[in-house]
């Protein structure tokens, strides 16, 4: 028995330094191995683990191999297609156009074309070759008097808290050099994503950090002067995400400094809890209404929600609302499931949630149901990354596109998945200053820049190669999908799609059918 072994060593190891000792009495240095060795054993021997207790000293084996399995697997184990949450190949496409470098593939594609769930388009003989005009859409409905020109691509909802300081600035940088929009997130507007000028959505949580009064309401006058900001272009609601639905966001009091706190409205060093739910609202009315008196408050900048999909008759009971109240939202954002966060819990995370494109058929029929569809901009957000994912969310139903994570990558993020631990090792996803020294602002704020153009590049060269020259002609009838080891299916006989203004008539699709009827403006 290991415990047995362990006892034997000992003493063989003192034994054998005793006797040594008077033919050659250096040999006591061997103590220095021999009695650490001895007292971890019986350490562990007295400890409450069970491996410890069993196996002493060697057990320690067992944790350290698994504190460093998931660099093993990444490094060694995981094949380009297998990682998750974005696999090898992906990752590498990123790094790669966030540096300027060379993102051709040699020898063919490493995708299995025939395997369940592989996706792609029928390309054109005719190819055609896109205006530049196609790169940016207007956001700004009928009752916004500022509508903002949105790239087609922008940085998705990421916290100063949940990011560092610097890794906010390499992406504001890197925006303001490119020409898109940066999403504040819900931990308010800081200095970090004024500093050098990229154009700002700014995000109202459920906290209303930077925006809150001392007991956790919304504040209008701190609101009205940081929004009617230059470079505040737009404004976010954001209801839920898709990484933790219907959970509030928990940033751990031991990254709560100084700076942070400042730009939260919240004590220093005390653990920020986002409540799930807005105080401001409560149906889907009172929801219109915030984004109207948000709207006055920020000198008519597109205002619009963010939300991941749940039970399908709350969203139509907003899109109800509309019809009866006449507001409408400058956009909606929606993210799915696959979406991601620094943390969350395991259940949320990987059980709660529309994925992102069921969610844009639902959002984009409702709205077509309606007859609001051309009013409201509809931006995807979840596992975008090339872009062919591009072409597919706008293909579903989506105006534009907001990514995070492949803009983490691009300023240095290794998927090492320790968001949640402040011990991100490059310097990302954490608030020690020792770590985030080592992601400089002068070396990295041009990647972002550089992703976002390959990017969109890449979605209006295969705009064209399929024939189209304009987003607006891309259709769920585009996208293949491959469900079965038969042929594949186009995306439009996958998933039921409403006509323009259907909900308004007698005769309703059945797959929304229920939902509609149990729809109400009043109440969610």
Known sequence: MPRIIFYWISITALAAVAGLYWVWPPVLFLLLLVVPYIGIGIYDIRSRHNVLGNYPVIGHLRYFFEFIAPELRQYFVESNQSGR?????QRELIYSRAKGATDTQPFGTQQDITNNGYEFAYHA???KTPDERVKRTQVGGPDCTRPYQASRLNISAMSFGALSANAIMAMNRGARLGGFAHNTGEGGLS?????????IIWQIGTGYFGCRTDDGGFDADSFRRKATGETVKMIEIKISQGAKPSHGGVLPGAKVNAEIARARGVAQGETCVSPPTHREFDSPEGLLRFVVRLRELCGGKPVGFKLCIGKRSEFMGICKAM?????TPDFITVDGAEGGTGAAPVEFTDRLGTPINEALVFVHSCLRGIGLRDQVRVIASGKVASGFDMVTKLALGADMCNVARPMMFSVGCIQALRCDRNTCPTGVATQDV????????????QRPRNLHHAMVESFV???????????????PDLIYHRVTDGPAQPYSQIYPYLADGELLGERIHPAYGDAWTGASAERF
């Open 85 to 89: 949450p974005f696999n090898r190949e």
């Open 125 to 127: 003989i005719a190819a």
């Open 191 to 199: 200095p970090h994503h004024l500093k050098y000028g990229g154009d």
């Open 323 to 327: 019809l009866k109240t006449g507001i």
């Open 434 to 445: 020792r770590r985030t020294r080592a992601l400089k602002v002068e070396d990295k704020y």
């Open 461 to 475: 060269d295969l705009l064209g190669a399929m024939g189209l020259e304009r987003p607006e002609q891309l259709g």
